[in-house]
């Protein structure tokens, strides 16, 4: 359906699709078996469920998905592709698989750890039974989770804690974790980027300088290069630059369902839907609101109001259309034959499973407008704005006092519901000064608890990081739409300024010198405490993109004229912290409004109410478990013991298509057959227990993030200049960038004409 197609992020320009294509090519398509497995950790199966369907897996030739916790059945005849952590957990758990020489749980083992493999854990490996087994190892260097085509997290809900805890004790190790997964995003991507950063902002900076090093590793091994052709400018900031943000109410769709439908949001992507069938039966199935549904993909970012007339009118034509489906059922109720149940059998699957799109959105919209008609909520949006914006509906300036008598009065509305008075005063402290009078006495009014009264403070903590008192942005005239929806996100500002050129260069410095005097503007800085003396030259030509020509912008800006100089093709924002669905609407309407590629990444994805928690546990140290489940591609994803289980996906329409590129991030290691010799030998000499020595030792941490070390042991690393095998013959092949195609932009709803937000909750449907 055309009218639906529209939206779809094209696969040249969708994180999903690169990631995807990349875990296919470089590890379930490289290993040559008739009979293999799939094993994954906890960790990385976040990872490959983010970007693998199953039906992509089933392609891959993978006949059985085990999780390694898990106890498992052996199968001694298939051969296991290990695609994990390099945490001492999980290389225990390899291990233990094959600590009986007689019976090993597989025949062989292939390894592909997701980021670094730290020594301790690979002279581990080789004095074990296991390297008399392995047939592959490499270091895919996928340590991200796409959550959707223009989005990537680092998979660190603990890290908002560690960086603006009190006790800074894991403020370093944090940021050096984010540098890693970065490079590990630059890596897949296949391009080198032109990086930028908060220069008022510690975390940036330092985010920064550890990704630099990193990038200034893989330029002198020849595996990214900055001197070849075009480049993504990659800006750095943290969660402090914009604390605004994450506290407003944001009425676009995706925003607003996530914030006001708790029921929904708590397992997101995953949605129980009621249906009522023909019969009038009401019949509760579970569906996936993601880039794989159409509809939810189409209104994801448009304006409730705009939202719910779209989703009406587009099923209404939607049914005029298909008149036969229509027809097939009504003709089913009436007549009987051969022909009316050909004719349902025909028509009716494909229009019921669109009809049950628009169904479920068009329920959806009435229920947020519901949510928004009650408990005084248009009030808290009012002095939200004024709050935010400094300003009122036209636009003129609104002083602090008349702010605080807005945020008062609803203070004092018993309709509406405590938490949202807790979060309207911690956005008044954010976007003003919160040492006014006037603003400590609203702070009094509001009758806070002791603990909300400690996270307020941890709140005030965390804005003097940012050094700004202030953090207001007053729109432009003709910015909105709506009198409730005048705030915009930093980030808006952010994209604009970098497509232009006219990102402030002394605000958000270069971390390279030569990048600066290439993309900086005239008035560029001199060279900053945090900015590297790294010379992007002489290095060796850089593999392949896996972004190559994704659509660029006509408002790039032009070639330097330098050597090796090119041009800035695409845009990404990184938010240390936490990024909101806010922010990540600006990154799908500046890449449609300018026919540019722009990308957002974080630590974690944070609605509101999660925000509030995480400013209320600063004083906790941070922790990596995922607080809701990771998003899943085509309604499944990759689970233990059921991947034998039949895929009710249709075929992948795409298949990837590879050149004759050089990989860009894998690192191909010479190690399997060093692995065995060093495990033979030391077999003679080991116990038999030695395998289960550092019990005592494993805390389940993912130490192997925290490796910075640049060097590798000259036994385990080769630069792989071409595909080629191990010693027993297993080929591992080389990461092949997917053909380039030219993204087409994604066409913004009609706005209506400006007006204030209505209350009235009757359905236009």
Same mark, same amino acid.
């Given at each position: 359906?055309?009218?639906?197609?529209?939206?779809?992020?094209?696969?040249?320009?969708?994180?999903?699709?690169?990631?995807?294509?990349?875990?296919?090519?470089?590890?379930?398509?490289?290993?040559?078996?008739?009979?293999?497995?799939?094993?994954?950790?906890?960790?990385?199966?976040?990872?490959?469920?983010?970007?693998?369907?199953?039906?992509?897996?089933?392609?891959?030739?993978?006949?059985?998905?085990?999780?390694?916790?898990?106890?498992?059945?052996?199968?001694?005849?298939?051969?296991?592709?290990?695609?994990?952590?390099?945490?001492?957990?999980?290389?225990?758990?390899?291990?233990?698989?094959?600590?009986?020489?007689?019976?090993?749980?597989?025949?062989?083992?292939?390894?592909?750890?997701?980021?670094?493999?730290?020594?301790?854990?690979?002279?581990?490996?080789?004095?074990?039974?296991?390297?008399?087994?392995?047939?592959?190892?490499?270091?895919?260097?996928?340590?991200?989770?796409?959550?959707?085509?223009?989005?990537?997290?680092?998979?660190?809900?603990?890290?908002?804690?560690?960086?603006?805890?009190?006790?800074?004790?894991?403020?370093?190790?944090?940021?050096?974790?984010?540098?890693?997964?970065?490079?590990?995003?630059?890596?897949?991507?296949?391009?080198?980027?032109?990086?930028?950063?908060?220069?008022?902002?510690?975390?940036?900076?330092?985010?920064?300088?550890?990704?630099?090093?990193?990038?200034?590793?893989?330029?002198?091994?020849?595996?990214?290069?900055?001197?070849?052709?075009?480049?993504?400018?990659?800006?750095?900031?943290?969660?402090?630059?914009?604390?605004?943000?994450?506290?407003?109410?944001?009425?676009?769709?995706?925003?607003?369902?996530?914030?006001?439908?708790?029921?929904?949001?708590?397992?997101?992507?995953?949605?129980?839907?009621?249906?009522?069938?023909?019969?009038?039966?009401?019949?509760?199935?579970?569906?996936?609101?993601?880039?794989?549904?159409?509809?939810?993909?189409?209104?994801?970012?448009?304006?409730?109001?705009?939202?719910?007339?779209?989703?009406?009118?587009?099923?209404?034509?939607?049914?005029?259309?298909?008149?036969?489906?229509?027809?097939?059922?009504?003709?089913?109720?009436?007549?009987?034959?051969?022909?009316?149940?050909?004719?349902?059998?025909?028509?009716?699957?494909?229009?019921?499973?669109?009809?049950?799109?628009?169904?479920?959105?068009?329920?959806?919209?009435?229920?947020?407008?519901?949510?928004?008609?009650?408990?005084?909520?248009?009030?808290?949006?009012?002095?939200?704005?004024?709050?935010?914006?400094?300003?009122?509906?036209?636009?003129?300036?609104?002083?602090?006092?008349?702010?605080?008598?807005?945020?008062?009065?609803?203070?004092?509305?018993?309709?509406?519901?405590?938490?949202?008075?807790?979060?309207?005063?911690?956005?008044?402290?954010?976007?003003?000064?919160?040492?006014?009078?006037?603003?400590?006495?609203?702070?009094?009014?509001?009758?806070?608890?002791?603990?909300?009264?400690?996270?307020?403070?941890?709140?005030?903590?965390?804005?003097?990081?940012?050094?700004?008192?202030?953090?207001?942005?007053?729109?432009?005239?003709?910015?909105?739409?709506?009198?409730?929806?005048?705030?915009?996100?930093?980030?808006?500002?952010?994209?604009?300024?970098?497509?232009?050129?006219?990102?402030?260069?002394?605000?958000?410095?270069?971390?390279?010198?030569?990048?600066?005097?290439?993309?900086?503007?005239?008035?560029?800085?001199?060279?900053?405490?945090?900015?590297?003396?790294?010379?992007?030259?002489?290095?060796?030509?850089?593999?392949?993109?896996?972004?190559?020509?994704?659509?660029?912008?006509?408002?790039?800006?032009?070639?330097?004229?330098?050597?090796?100089?090119?041009?800035?093709?695409?845009?990404?924002?990184?938010?240390?912290?936490?990024?909101?669905?806010?922010?990540?609407?600006?990154?799908?309407?500046?890449?449609?409004?300018?026919?540019?590629?722009?990308?957002?990444?974080s630590t974690e994805i944070i609605r509101p109410s999660q925000f509030v928690e995480l400013i209320s546990k600063l004083g906790q140290p941070g922790s990596d478990d995922e607080p809701s489940s990771a998003p899943k591609r085509g309604g499944k994803s990759p689970r233990a013991l059921d991947s034998d289980e039949e895929s009710d996906e249709p075929p992948a329409k795409r298949t990837a298509k590879p050149s004759a590129a050089k990989s860009t991030a894998a690192k191909k290691t010479s190690t399997a057959t060093s692995a065995k010799k060093a495990g033979s030998a030391a077999a003679k000499k080991r116990?038999?227990?030695?395998?289960?020595?550092?019990?005592?030792?494993?805390?389940?941490?993912?130490? *192997? $993030?925290?490796? %910075?070390?640049?060097?590798?042991?000259?036994?385990?690393?080769? +630069? /792989? #200049? @071409? =595909? *080629? $095998?191990?010693? %027993?013959?297993?080929?591992?092949?080389?990461?092949?960038?997917? +053909? /380039? #195609? @030219? =993204?087409?932009?994604?066409?913004?709803?009609?706005?209506?004409?400006?007006?204030?937000?209505?209350?009235?909750?009757?359905?236009?449907?």
């Amino acid at each position: 359906m055309d009218l639906l197609e529209r939206s779809e992020v094209p696969d040249d320009a969708s994180l999903i699709a690169m990631t995807r294509d990349r875990i296919i090519e470089n590890c379930l398509s490289a290993v040559k078996s008739h009979l293999k497995l799939l094993v994954l950790d906890d960790r990385s199966k976040k990872i490959m469920s983010s970007a693998v369907k199953m039906v992509d897996l089933t392609t891959a030739g993978i006949s059985l998905l085990e999780k390694l916790e898990l106890k498992r059945q052996p199968l001694p005849k298939m051969d296991a592709i290990y695609f994990i952590t390099p945490s001492e957990t999980s290389i225990k758990n390899v291990i233990k698989d094959f600590q009986d020489e007689d019976k090993p749980m597989y025949k062989s083992a292939h390894l592909f750890f997701t980021s670094h493999l730290p020594d301790a854990q690979m002279q581990r490996i080789s004095q074990s039974k296991l390297a008399q087994h392995i047939e592959t190892l490499v270091e895919l260097n996928i340590d991200y989770v796409v959550r959707e085509p223009r989005v990537f997290t680092t998979n660190q809900p603990g890290a908002f804690q560690n960086l603006y805890g009190p006790s800074g004790a894991n403020v370093k190790a944090e940021q050096q974790r984010i540098a890693q997964k970065l490079l590990s995003f630059c890596a897949t991507t296949g391009e080198f980027p032109v990086v930028r950063y908060v220069k008022s902002s510690p975390h940036s900076i330092a985010i920064a300088q550890a990704l630099d090093e990193g990038l200034e590793t893989l330029r002198q091994k020849g595996l990214l290069d900055p001197n070849e052709g075009d480049r993504p400018m990659l800006l750095i900031t943290d969660r402090a630059h914009d604390l605004l943000t994450p506290f407003i109410h944001d009425f676009t769709y995706q925003a607003m369902v996530l914030d006001l439908l708790d029921d929904i949001a708590s397992k997101y992507p995953l949605f129980v839907h009621k249906f009522v069938t023909q019969d009038d039966e009401e019949i509760e199935k579970e569906v996936l609101l993601d880039d794989t549904d159409p509809v939810w993909r189409t209104m994801a970012h448009m304006h409730i109001e705009n939202g719910r007339q779209w989703v009406a009118s587009t099923t209404r034509e939607f049914v005029d259309s298909n008149k036969g489906g229509k027809g097939a059922i009504d003709k089913a109720k009436t007549e009987k034959g051969v022909k009316a149940i050909a004719d349902l059998v025909k028509n009716v699957p494909k229009y019921q499973k669109l009809y049950s799109k628009f169904s479920i959105h068009i329920g959806l919209t009435k229920r947020c407008m519901e949510a928004f008609n009650r408990g005084g909520l248009e009030k808290v949006c009012e002095a939200e704005q004024a709050a935010s914006t400094g300003g009122n509906t036209d636009n003129k300036k609104v002083e602090t006092d008349q702010i605080c008598k807005l945020v008062n009065a609803c203070l004092e509305d018993p309709d509406i519901e405590h938490e949202d008075k807790v979060r309207l005063v911690m956005l008044l402290n954010a976007a003003v000064d919160h040492s006014d009078a006037k603003v400590r006495k609203t702070v009094q009014n509001a009758r806070l608890s002791a603990g909300e009264e400690e996270a307020l403070k941890h709140l005030i903590s965390v804005k003097n990081v940012s050094g700004r008192k202030k953090q207001q942005r007053m729109p432009g005239k003709e910015e909105w739409e709506f009198d409730l929806s005048r705030y915009f996100p930093c980030v808006k500002d952010l994209y604009s300024q970098m497509v232009s050129g006219k990102l402030d260069v002394k605000e958000y410095p270069f971390i390279s010198k030569d990048d600066e005097d290439k993309f900086g503007s005239a008035s560029a800085s001199s060279l900053t405490p945090a900015q590297s003396k790294r010379k992007d030259g002489g290095s060796t030509p850089a593999s392949g993109s896996k972004w190559a020509q994704a659509g660029k912008s006509p408002a790039t800006p032009a070639k330097s004229g330098k050597k090796g100089g090119g041009s800035i093709n695409k845009y990404v924002i990184f938010i240390a912290g936490g990024v909101s669905y806010t922010e990540i609407r600006e990154a799908y309407t500046k890449s449609a409004s300018d026919k540019i590629q722009c990308y957002i990444g974080s630590t974690e994805i944070i609605r509101p109410s999660q925000f509030v928690e995480l400013i209320s546990k600063l004083g906790q140290p941070g922790s990596d478990d995922e607080p809701s489940s990771a998003p899943k591609r085509g309604g499944k994803s990759p689970r233990a013991l059921d991947s034998d289980e039949e895929s009710d996906e249709p075929p992948a329409k795409r298949t990837a298509k590879p050149s004759a590129a050089k990989s860009t991030a894998a690192k191909k290691t010479s190690t399997a057959t060093s692995a065995k010799k060093a495990g033979s030998a030391a077999a003679k000499k080991r116990q038999e227990s030695s395998e289960e020595d550092d019990d005592s030792h494993d805390d389940g941490s993912d130490d *192997g $993030s925290d490796e %910075s070390s640049d060097e590798r042991p000259a036994k385990r690393v080769t +630069a /792989a #200049k @071409k =595909a *080629g $095998s191990t010693s %027993s013959g297993s080929t591992v092949k080389k990461a092949q960038p997917v +053909a /380039a #195609k @030219k =993204a087409q932009p994604v066409k913004k709803a009609t706005p209506a004409k400006k007006a204030t937000r209505r209350r009235d909750d009757s359905d236009s449907d």
